[in-house]
């Protein structure tokens, strides 16, 4: 069992549509949570992190995370094409982090 | 957000040659960086967590005598590619980690590699 799981997708999703992203992680005892975006051929940029249950908002994007559950999420409001892109999860356990593989997110205009 | 360089952005060598990438955390200390390969329409890879003023702890698989970590300062780590062969061609990331920021991992803007 991976680490860190997501789906692979593509997700289409319309302009101006919610986009929903999902991430699974095996071990309860993971302290932080973060949400990378990846253009293609570029590097991971940083979206959001997030560490307490709950939901934790920045403009259009909003983080979730349910520990009990084992689950975070990322929900993009009002999608952009400029939002298409491959999302990455990432998982902090102590002194290691995990990837997930990304979802491949195309927003069509 | 806190900001890593990269240098060289890309690089083409030829084979056999030793390629060295610099990996710089600009606005903060990084006690911790990671060195990440990805291949095409692949995930990140990681190769090996560089730890500044020790050796650095590779991942299974990865050979610690052809891909060299150095982290000499807190600001900066490298990673030389030794005889690279053109199975070495990918693009190259590396992250640091901000402590003083959740120990959130920013990454640098990536190497492209192409060995011919």
């Known amino acids: 069992q991976k680490e860190v799981e997501q789906n692979s997708g593509p997700l289409s999703v319309p302009e101006g549509a919610i986009a929903s992203l999902n991430c699974t992680y095996s071990?309860?005892?993971?302290?932080?949570f973060f949400w990378y975006r990846q253009y293609s051929g570029k590097s991971p940029e940083l979206i959001m992190s997030i560490y307490s249950n709950g939901d934790k908002e920045d403009g259009r994007f909003t983080a979730q995370l349910n520990k009990a559950s084992q689950y975070v999420s990322l929900l993009i409001r009002d999608s952009q094409p400029s939002d298409s892109a491959t999302y990455l999860c990432?998982?902090?356990?102590?002194?290691?982090?995990?990837f997930g593989s990304g979802t491949k997110l195309n927003v069509k205009p | 957000g806190a900001v890593v360089s990269q240098h060289p952005s890309w690089v083409i060598c030829k084979s056999g040659t030793s390629v060295k990438i610099e990996c710089r955390s600009l606005?903060?200390?990084?006690?911790?960086m990671f060195w990440y390969r990805q291949f095409p329409k692949q995930s990140l890879m990681l190769m090996a967590t560089?730890?500044?003023?020790?050796?650095?702890?590779?991942e299974q698989g990865v050979e610690k005598d052809k891909f060299l970590i150095n982290h000499a300062s807190l600001t900066l780590s490298t990673l030389t590619v030794t005889s690279a062969h053109p199975e070495d061609s990918s693009f190259y990331i590396c992250s640091a980690r901000d402590l003083g920021s959740e120990e959130t991992q920013y990454f640098g803007p990536g190497t492209r590699l192409l060995v011919l």
């Open positions: 990432a998982v902090r356990n102590f002194n290691k982090f995990y």
């Open positions: 560089s730890n500044e003023g020790s050796k650095a702890t590779y």
């Open positions: 606005d903060f200390q990084a006690t911790t």
């Open positions: 071990d309860r005892v993971s302290q932080s």
